[in-house]
């Protein structure tokens, strides 16, 4: 008797494999795409670059911030793993996120564009409770001026943002680390 039960192997289905293919290879295109072009890249530019085609990506990422969410997704995640660290500090997660800035300024653009679209919010606000929480410690430590808020220091990474986004790649990292040398007083004094 034959038995007709799927089987839930998926690698023998093609078309799950080439929509997952896809979607790795839009998230890639979009990352680079981002790098370099900003939060405003071009959505087609992304498609041909990932070989595939504008309805493919719409079908993956109806829209340019659902995309920006699959692409720094990992940027998020890898800020929220250094903050539960009990060892890292408010001098890393600003680190790490102005690492991430230099890779890339369409992350900074992407958390201010939330004014824009709600989806972004839930991006920042997980961001700026990250920074929340390692500043309370920085300041009970009394490295940190009481008066600065989280806002303050998104503040100064978006500032520094404009900064890079105007600059070459091969710029970015001495200038942020300037930029910073010139706000920590500011932060610290």
């Known amino acids: 008797m034959v038995s007709y039960t799927r089987d839930a192997d998926t690698s023998r289905e093609p078309g799950r494999n080439a929509a997952a293919a ?3 290879a839009l998230i890639g295109a979009a990352r680079e795409q981002f790098a370099s072009e900003g939060f ?3 959505l087609s530019a992304i498609a041909r670059q990932a070989g595939v085609g504008q309805g493919s990506l719409y079908r993956h990422f109806p829209d340019r911030v659902s995309l920006a969410l699959a692409v720094f997704d990992d940027n998020v995640g890898a800020l929220e793993a250094l903050a539960a ?5 408010l001098d890393d ?3 790490l ?4 800035t230099v890779a890339s300024v369409a992350f900074i653009d992407m958390l201010h564009a939330s004014d824009e679209d709600p989806r972004l919010r839930d991006v920042v606000d997980r961001v700026r409770d990250l920074l929340e929480g390692k500043l309370r410690a920085a300041q009970q430590d009394g490295r940190i001026r009481a008066a600065v808020t989280a806002d303050d220091l998104l503040l100064a990474v978006r500032m520094i943002a404009g ?3 105007k ?3 091969a710029e970015r990292g001495e200038l942020a680390d300037r930029a910073w040398a010139m706000l920590r007083p500011a932060i610290t004094g």
């Not at 660290?85 to 500090?89: E, G, K, M, N, Y």
């Not at 996120?97 to 991430?100: D, H």
């Open 22 to 24: 896809n979607r790795v």
């Open 40 to 42: 405003d890249a071009s």
């Open 85 to 89: 660290a009990p060892a890292s500090t």
């Open 93 to 95: 997660l600003l680190a």
């Open 97 to 100: 996120i102005t690492e991430q």
């Open 163 to 165: 900064l890079l986004a």
């Open 167 to 169: 600059s070459t790649p």
